[in-house]
């Protein structure tokens, strides 16, 4: 029987005001990081698909900080058939009338699957605190509900991983600019957008909040600068990698005996040749 998790803080202390954000990486090592980063994920979800265990990636960062284009490189080499992405907007009224975790429970991923949260349960601590969206007494008590959510999930034997993007003010108005005037990119930028810059200070605050309160030892946050997108999604990429990674087999799975069976007679190919290994392609 496997133990209950009890979910411990995290002895690191994580603010948004000690993280170091003049990170920077070259193109070209970011390409080389990214293709070798982009091919440790397709051995991880085949390992997934055929183990059975599954995983959710939680995203969180201030607007335009780079989660989609980070969500991008991810689902860009994995198959869709064992890999989720939802993005989170606002609950629906059928949603409002229940507990908020209800709308996560239904998206959780199967069995052999990956699944991503654009935007997750963090927003009743965030979004739903500072626009008064929750009462005190309600985004309150939801720090130790999501602690409970999460060890539960971890005791089913399910993986978490907590990313959240960081970015400076000034970073954040550059790119909103250059949404606006790019005609492909300006369907990212909405008023509340700019809006919302105008609480920073207490959307700073509620995250501080956030990753003090529900960064355990179990699930805890990882904080990525991400001034520099490129450095962010290697960053991003390479912390979701070694979580997942931890543990498991990513070898090629082995050849069925059916399979291999019908290979010997369509290829011609002996028992030897068609070994428990990637054939050369011609």
């Known amino acids: 029987m496997r133990k209950r998790t009890k979910a411990r803080l995290s002895k690191d202390k994580l603010r948004l005001g000690d993280v170091d954000m003049d990170k920077r990486l070259a193109r070209q090592p970011y390409q080389d990081k990214l293709n070798k980063l982009q091919q440790r994920l397709r051995l991880i979800q085949q390992s997934y698909l055929f183990s059975g265990n599954n995983a959710v990636i939680v995203f969180e960062g201030w607007d335009a900080a780079g989660k989609g284009g980070t969500i991008r490189r991810m689902s860009a080499v994995l198959d869709p058939r064992g890999f989720k992405v939802w993005p989170i907007a606002a609950p629906r009224r059928f949603e409002k009338e229940r507990h908020y975790l209800f709308r996560f429970w239904e998206r959780l991923p199967p069995k052999g699957a990956i699944s991503v949260f654009d935007r997750s349960w963090y927003g009743r601590v965030l979004v739903e605190r500072v626009e008064s969206l929750?009462?005190?007494?309600?985004?309150?008590?939801?720090?130790?509900?999501i602690n409970d959510f999460e060890h539960l999930l971890l005791d089913d034997g399910m993986r978490i991983v907590k990313i959240f993007l960081h970015i400076t003010?000034?970073?954040?108005?550059?790119?909103?600019?250059e949404r606006l005037r790019d005609p492909m990119k300006r369907w990212k930028l909405s008023y509340?957008?700019?809006?919302?810059?105008?609480?920073w200070h207490a959307h700073e605050k509620a995250i501080d909040d956030m990753l003090a309160k529900t960064s355990t030892l179990a699930v805890p946050w990882h904080v990525i600068p991400a001034n520099d997108k490129k450095y962010a999604r290697v960053q991003s990429l390479k912390?979701?990698?070694?979580?997942?990674?931890?543990?498991?087999e990513l070898g090629p799975?082995?050849?069925?005996?059916?399979?291999?069976?019908?290979?010997?007679?369509?290829?011609?190919?002996?028992r030897t040749t068609v070994a428990d290994s990637i054939l050369p392609t011609r």
């Open 192 to 199: 509340e957008d700019f809006r919302n810059r105008k609480s």
């Open 253 to 270: 799975m082995p050849i069925d005996d059916r399979v291999r069976d019908e290979a010997e007679t369509v290829f011609g190919l002996d």
């Open 134 to 145: 929750a009462s005190p007494a309600e985004w309150r008590r939801a720090y130790a509900e």
């Open 239 to 248: 912390i979701i990698g070694d979580a997942l990674a931890n543990g498991m």
């Open 169 to 177: 003010p000034d970073e954040q108005l550059r790119r909103f600019e």
